[in-house]
């Protein structure tokens, strides 16, 4: 059943286009990182990520808030970069409320949702009236995979308030 003429396909790629140059990530100043965080490829990002996890924790937020500051609200991909540092902060559990706020009202729903999923993982360090005040908001939005994650989030809360105000709640 295996075409024994042709072989075992190793590798497929576009005919006439280079392969991707992988990034030098290890090692590497957490400001240089920080920018490593607008490629294109998830896989660049994502071990940006995992580096900078392993890095100092106050290192990380200094530089990061520093990069936060410099990004330009104009840049297309700005709510994108956004979630990118919110999602570093995550992976030092960190909280940056203010961030986190910004991007539950972004434009694009994809950075909104997001972020609903976001404050879901950070339902015990975000008071409980704050956070059902967020849910409320996302629950209502215009966007059905923002509503999905802020209900999904609510299924998470353990106060006994926390579907009211969800259109369908009984």
């Known amino acids: 059943g295996r075409d024994h003429y042709h072989g075992r396909i190793w590798r497929i790629t576009y005919k006439g286009r280079p392969l991707v140059e992988p990034a ?3 090692g590497q100043p957490i400001p240089k990182l920080l920018e490593l965080l607008r490629t294109y490829e998830d896989r660049t990002r994502e071990r940006v990520r995992a580096e900078l996890r392993d890095r100092d924790r106050f290192e990380v937020k200094k530089e990061l808030d520093r990069w936060v500051g410099r990004l330009d609200e104009g840049d297309a991909e700005y709510e994108h970069l956004l979630l990118e540092a919110l999602w570093v902060y995550q992976g030092h559990n960190l909280v940056d409320e203010r961030l986190l706020e910004r991007l539950l009202h972004a434009r694009d729903h ?3 949702a997001a972020a609903t999923r976001a404050l879901r993982n950070y339902r015990e360090r975000i008071p409980t009236d704050q956070a059902l005040a967020y849910y409320r908001g996302q629950v209502n939005d215009v966007h059905p995979q923002v509503r999905l994650e802020a209900v999904v989030a609510l299924r998470h809360v353990k106060d006994p308030g ?8 009984f």
């Open 162 to 169: 926390a579907a009211d105000g969800v259109p369908g709640a």
């Open 24 to 26: 030098r990530i290890a």
């Open 110 to 112: 994809r950075a909104r």
